[in-house]
């Protein structure tokens, strides 16, 4: 199955800055590329995704880019808040298989 | 929001010992999965399901074995469970492979 490398594993940011995340993955069949949150104590939940027809996404403060060629994608959180500390994870998933995640990051915004 | 429930939400089992954990959707997605957390190794795919009937084998499938009864239920069995077994069980649902997931709230199986 596709195998997808993320990192970095542990991320601290000061509230107010930007956090990057970026992934990687192996098999160029892959079209869709979603990324979740995971708060303390709950289960994952998507937060934006973006598919394989597209290079940039954003959603409020959310940015998420795709470069094919490269096989490449990195989720960017502009102005940072308390709020924004969890574990965040991407996977990569193609048709007819399914999603492959990332190791996960865990992100602390320090006010 | 669409609903995937896991039973039970804690489990305590003992090496050797049988275990089976629950999951159903009331989404009518045709993909269900099981996926293990554990520290450091993110979401590892164990098993899954592209409908009733269906069990694809996914990366970390052994000493697991699953089954899909319906197009509601997925199960997850631990026959001869294992301390490495331990671990964060979380089921989830979608409507294809490449569309999003739905995850249900997790099971912490304890293997002592």
């Known amino acids: 199955g596709e195998q997808v490398e993320q990192l970095p594993s542990i991320l601290r940011v000061q509230e107010g800055s930007s956090a990057s995340i970026n992934c990687s993955y192996e098999d160029s069949a892959s079209n869709y590329f979603p990324w979740y949150k995971q708060e303390p104590g709950e289960n994952p939940k998507l937060i934006i995704d973006?598919?394989?027809?597209?290079e940039r996404k954003q959603i409020q403060e959310l940015i998420v880019l795709l470069d094919k060629k490269a096989k490449r994608f990195s989720l960017h959180i502009t102005d940072t808040q308390p709020g924004d500390s969890a574990m965040y994870f991407c996977?990569?998933?193609?048709?007819?298989?399914?999603?492959?995640f990332g190791a996960g990051t865990k992100l602390s915004v320090k006010p | 929001e669409a609903a995937v429930t896991q039973s039970p939400r804690n489990k305590v089992t003992v090496t050797g010992g049988n275990v089976t954990l629950s999951c159903r959707q009331t989404n009518s997605h045709n993909y269900m999965y099981w996926y293990r957390q554990d520290t450091g190794h993110g979401l590892r795919l164990i098993h899954y399901s592209y409908g009733a009937g269906n069990l694809q084998i996914g990366d970390v499938p052994d000493g697991y074995k699953a089954t899909r009864t319906t197009q509601e239920d997925f199960f997850l069995l631990l026959e001869l469970a294992s301390p490495s077994q331990t671990s964060l069980y979380f089921c989830?649902?979608?409507?294809?492979?490449?569309?999003?997931?739905?995850f249900g709230h997790g099971t912490k199986l304890s293997v002592l």
């Open positions: 989830a649902s979608s409507a294809n492979s490449n569309e999003r997931l739905f």
């Open positions: 996977a990569a998933s193609e048709n007819n298989n399914a999603p492959r």
């Open positions: 973006i598919r394989s027809n597209m």
